[in-house]
């Protein structure tokens, strides 16, 4: 495992409002799981859709649903820590969205498609110095989007990503991976064609790993060469910042 320096006071701080905004997020999805659970129990279904929540109080305000007093009071309050939770996510990922955008490395980044402001800010936040991983591999090692190795009788196998390292910035890679995948049919550069042949050869799980990983090399690349994103040049995609 590859370690990172020691994080820099400001690192730390915005480190601080990625960490609270995850805790956040987690709780809130944890609360109207249990809010659509107890109003699933007394026939009062509700999707799996967080805006679906938004029906909630219409539901306890109606009194031909025959919801007990005591519940109807508690599901209320819940209601009401759910809207917090998530007016302060709302407030953090501000927070974070003003970091990306004035962060220089983090502006440049985010040209990246499927990069948004809240996974370039956790990579500037999380990797002081990009120099520090001797190459792109090591760097994609480090967020465990490089699949295992299995060696045996002198054959090297590959399988599934090792998922070691920081879960957080992997897990945000994967869903950026997602957002570009699902509009790579609407670009014409040379890496959503590679993105549409690889899901077409390999499947859509295997592509979107595979685009993680792309764009951690790309990320560790632009940091470390400070180069800019170009998407309509052949791999690596980049041209001299400036230029």
Not at 28 to 53: C, Q, S
Not at 155 to 183: C, E, F, H, P
Request: proline share 5%.
């Amino acid at each position: 495992m590859r370690y990172v320096p020691i994080k820099t006071i400001e690192q730390q701080g915005i480190s601080t409002l990625h960490r609270m905004r995850q805790g956040w997020v987690e709780e809130r999805t944890a609360l109207a799981n249990r809010l659509r659970g107890l109003l699933a129990e007394f026939d009062l279904p509700l999707p799996a859709r967080i805006r679906e929540l938004a029906r909630i109080p219409q539901i306890l305000e109606d009194a031909d649903n025959q919801l007990p007093g005591a519940a109807r009071l508690v599901l209320h309050e819940g209601w009401e820590h759910f809207v917090l939770l998530g007016e302060r996510i709302s407030k953090v990922e501000r927070q974070i969205e003003k970091h990306a955008r004035s962060d220089e490395r983090a502006n440049r980044i985010m040209a990246v498609p499927g990069i948004g402001p809240l996974t370039a800010s956790a990579v500037v936040a999380a990797v002081g110095d990009a120099h520090e991983f001797r190459n792109a591999r090591q760097f994609a090692a480090w967020l465990g989007l490089t699949p295992r190795q299995n060696s045996s009788g002198g054959k090297t196998q590959l399988g599934a990503i090792t998922k070691r390292g920081d879960m957080y910035i992997r897990m945000l890679l994967v869903l950026g991976a997602r957002s570009a995948l699902m509009s790579a049919a609407r670009r014409t550069d040379r890496i959503s064609r590679w993105l549409l042949d690889l899901e077409a050869r390999l499947g859509w799980r295997k592509a979107l790993v595979a685009l993680a990983n792309k764009h951690a090399r790309i990320i560790w690349t632009m940091l470390t060469r400070k180069v800019e994103f170009n998407p309509s040049h052949v791999p690596p995609c980049f041209v001299m910042a400036g230029s």
